[in-house]
């Protein structure tokens, strides 16, 4: 009779796991690719976790993967790495911004619930995530030249339909720069510590000035070219830049200063007289179509990862 009440019980048992093997091949499928890498039916299973197994919803867990799958791939490759000791000044910084001592900081982060250790993480993944963010944006960013012909165009005609045509003359400056923009992890104090290391390195001998700029600047336009701005006359700068740059001696690099846009170093490579009033309308159409680029990637950073992605559906 044991016997055969544990016969019965080592059937059932194989019934279901035999039942549970088929229902798991049967579902374990490739339901997309990013970038060639594959994402499975389990995989979407676990994202979806207690919510209802509805269309909707597989499709929303579905896009999460994706998102979680490209922010990765991004972290992996932008390179960038935290440092603690700028996060434990990010920290100070906080308590001093909002009126705390340190000590009282950490005693309304006990109060929430939350250690030191565990803030310093939160602080620190924010720091690399927006480490990551600037670097993702800077490769999405792409002008087209029949737009900038277009838009310089445009900008030509209404200002001459609207007698409001300057025609700019003068010396002409071609200067390249370092753009470092303060976040809520990154204040003045550190920008400008960042860019007085990255003279040091330059003066060094331990990296260039163009390779500076490729990798530190958040001006994605310039700094894929070496940090260079091209020919233009100063007036179409910040006037705390324009100034900067009017004073500035040939290939010698500015100390850091800050204008609206954030903080700088610069180098004057060259100056010339020239009439370029086109030119300058050109110019201007550039710039207008990339800070609305880098404005709308910034907006939502995750999906502009996507349009550099290859991703396939699997129906």
């Given at each position: 009779?044991?016997?055969?009440s544990?016969?019965?019980?080592?059937v059932?048992?194989?019934?279901?796991?035999?039942f549970?093997?088929?229902?798991?091949?049967?579902?374990?499928?490739?339901?997309?690719t990013?970038?060639?890498?594959?994402?499975?039916?389990?995989?979407?299973?676990?994202?979806?976790?207690?919510?209802?197994?509805?269309?909707a919803?597989r499709?929303?867990a579905?896009e999460?993967?994706?998102?979680n799958?490209?922010?990765?791939?991004?972290?992996?490759?932008?390179?960038?790495?935290v440092n603690?000791?700028?996060v434990?000044?990010?920290?100070e910084?906080?308590?001093?911004?909002n009126g705390?001592?340190?000590?009282?900081l950490l005693?309304a982060?006990?109060?929430?619930?939350?250690?030191?250790?565990?803030?310093?993480?939160?602080i620190?993944?924010?720091?690399?995530?927006?480490?990551?963010?600037?670097?993702?944006?800077?490769?999405?960013?792409?002008?087209?030249?029949?737009?900038?012909?277009?838009?310089?165009?445009?900008?030509?005609?209404?200002?001459?339909?609207?007698?409001k045509?300057?025609?700019?003359?003068g010396?002409?400056?071609?200067?390249?720069?370092?753009?470092?923009?303060?976040?809520?992890?990154?204040?003045?104090?550190?920008a400008k510590?960042?860019l007085?290391?990255?003279?040091?390195?330059?003066?060094?001998g331990?990296?260039?000035?163009?390779?500076a700029?490729?990798?530190?600047?958040v001006?994605?336009?310039s700094?894929?070219?070496?940090?260079?701005?091209?020919?233009?006359?100063?007036?179409?700068?910040?006037?705390?830049?324009a100034?900067?740059?009017?004073?500035?001696?040939?290939?010698?690099?500015?100390?850091?200063?800050?204008?609206?846009?954030?903080?700088?170093?610069?180098?004057?490579?060259?100056?010339?007289?020239?009439?370029?009033?086109?030119d300058?309308?050109y110019?201007?159409?550039?710039?207008?179509?990339v800070?609305?680029?880098?404005?709308?990637?910034?907006k939502?950073?995750?999906?502009?990862?996507?349009?550099?992605?290859?991703?396939?559906?699997?129906?």
């Amino acid at each position: 009779m044991k016997f055969n009440s544990a016969k019965s019980l080592f059937v059932a048992l194989a019934t279901v796991i035999g039942f549970s093997t088929s229902a798991q091949a049967f579902e374990e499928r490739v339901v997309a690719t990013v970038n060639g890498a594959p994402i499975m039916a389990s995989q979407v299973q676990q994202m979806l976790g207690k919510k209802a197994n509805t269309a909707a919803n597989r499709k929303a867990a579905l896009e999460q993967i994706i998102d979680n799958t490209l922010v990765q791939k991004a972290i992996k490759e932008s390179g960038v790495q935290v440092n603690y000791a700028q996060v434990d000044r990010a920290i100070e910084d906080i308590a001093a911004r909002n009126g705390l001592t340190y000590g009282q900081l950490l005693d309304a982060l006990d109060y929430q619930g939350i250690t030191l250790n565990q803030y310093r993480q939160q602080i620190a993944q924010q720091m690399l995530m927006e480490g990551v963010k600037q670097a993702t944006i800077g490769k999405t960013i792409k002008v087209e030249r029949e737009a900038v012909d277009q838009t310089a165009q445009d900008l030509l005609n209404k200002a001459k339909s609207s007698g409001k045509l300057k025609t700019v003359t003068g010396l002409q400056h071609r200067v390249s720069h370092i753009l470092i923009k303060t976040n809520p992890v990154l204040n003045d104090k550190q920008a400008k510590a960042k860019l007085d290391q990255i003279v040091a390195d330059i003066k060094a001998g331990k990296i260039t000035f163009e390779q500076a700029a490729e990798q530190n600047s958040v001006d994605y336009a310039s700094g894929a070219d070496g940090g260079d701005l091209g020919w233009n006359f100063l007036e179409v700068y910040d006037p705390a830049f324009a100034n900067v740059a009017r004073k500035a001696k040939k290939d010698q690099i500015s100390t850091p200063f800050r204008s609206q846009f954030g903080w700088h170093i610069l180098k004057v490579t060259d100056t010339r007289q020239a009439d370029r009033t086109e030119d300058a309308y050109y110019q201007k159409a550039y710039e207008q179509i990339v800070n609305k680029q880098a404005l709308e990637a910034s907006k939502n950073w995750v999906k502009a990862l996507r349009r550099t992605a290859e991703i396939k559906y699997v129906d």
